[in-house]
């Protein structure tokens, strides 16, 4: 039991969200390859069905490389599989996520703030890079990982696997 009771108190240490707790964690691959781990973070309370409306964190840590650019473009693809997007405003989501966020690494980690009705902050490596203050754009971008849309359901499952 103490281990045990260490281990949690070690994961909420980690946690990026203020009073949060690990839900579940996943492996993204492709072809096989490992692209990345995700781990999502939430408070106390939390609802799968309801994720729009929580606070929490998505952790990814890269096990490869990749630019900004591509990453922004990606994450605006998925995005559209939630819902349509107008052309302008997908290019402008683009354009900001990509000014945002650096070239990633293996090794690197990324973590997305989602505050439901505000928007999106992000974090690399425990440095603020800053935020999209747009409630669309946050929930369409936390939606890759958790909307029932998700090109990934068995990573969804995995990371909203709350004891």
Do not use: C
Request: without cysteine.
């Amino acid at each position: 039991m103490f281990f045990f009771g260490t281990a949690l108190a070690s994961a909420a240490a980690d946690a990026p969200l203020a009073g949060a707790q690990l839900s579940g964690r996943g492996t993204l691959r492709f072809l096989g390859l490992e692209v990345y781990q995700a781990t999502l973070w939430v408070r106390p309370g939390f609802a799968p069905t309801h994720w729009a409306q929580h606070a929490l964190a998505l952790e990814l840590r890269y096990a490869r490389g990749f630019s900004a650019e591509a990453i922004a473009q990606r994450s605006i693809e998925e995005m559209q599989r939630q819902q349509p997007v107008p052309a302008a405003q997908a290019t402008r989501w683009q354009a900001e996520l990509a000014a945002l966020l650096p070239d990633v690494a293996a090794g690197d980690r990324l973590v997305g703030v989602y505050a439901p009705g505000e928007g999106a902050r992000f974090v690399y490596n425990d440095k603020a890079l800053g935020s999209i203050d747009d409630p669309l754009f946050a929930r369409l971008f936390f939606g890759i990982w958790l909307s029932p849309q998700s090109s990934e359901p068995t990573l969804r499952a995995a990371l909203l696997a709350a004891p």
